[in-house]
């Protein structure tokens, strides 16, 4: 099972991040959730802060934020050193995918939903 971090989870039913946090947890996968707004998403609590984020062996960064709103965590992101990022739909970003190939982690253009779905997650 892959953690998850997915950035942008959202408490609306009617966000993709919001599923995408329901469809981890149907499959199996420890999933973690981070937003400007602390709140909740079928029990998995939605934080916030970055210093409430502790995520031993990461393996996965789902992004469901635009690219000129994911500038502020291109730090964090490599700090939490995850195996992978999934640029979701929307959410893809030349620059910090650069980035991340740089420092060794997979950057990946797809949707999370999709990749779920066909068993390829």
């Known amino acids: 099972m892959k953690?998850?971090?997915?950035?942008?989870?959202?408490?609306n039913p009617n966000r993709y991040s919001y599923l995408a946090v329901n469809r981890l947890i149907q499959h199996?996968?420890?999933v973690h959730?981070?937003?400007?707004?602390?709140?909740?998403?079928?029990?998995?609590?939605?934080?916030?802060?970055?210093e409430e984020?502790?995520?031993?062996?990461?393996?996965?960064?789902?992004?469901?934020?635009s690219p000129e709103n994911q500038r502020e965590y291109y730090e964090w992101i490599l700090e939490l050193a995850p195996?992978?990022?999934?640029?979701?739909?929307?959410?893809?970003?030349?620059?910090?995918?650069?980035?991340?190939r740089n420092h060794h982690i997979?950057?990946?253009?797809?949707?999370t939903l999709v990749l779920l779905s066909i068993g390829m997650y």
Do not use: M, W
């Open 106 to 111: 997979e950057p990946v253009e797809a949707c």
């Open 33 to 50: 959730g981070f937003a400007k707004k602390a709140t909740e998403v079928s029990g998995v609590p939605v934080r916030n802060k970055k």
């Open 53 to 65: 984020i502790d995520i031993p062996n990461l393996d996965t960064i789902s992004v469901y934020l």
């Open 28 to 30: 199996g996968h420890p």
């Open 3 to 11: 953690s998850t971090l997915v950035l942008g989870a959202s408490d």
């Open 83 to 100: 195996k992978r990022v999934i640029f979701n739909p929307g959410a893809e970003n030349p620059e910090l995918e650069q980035i991340l």
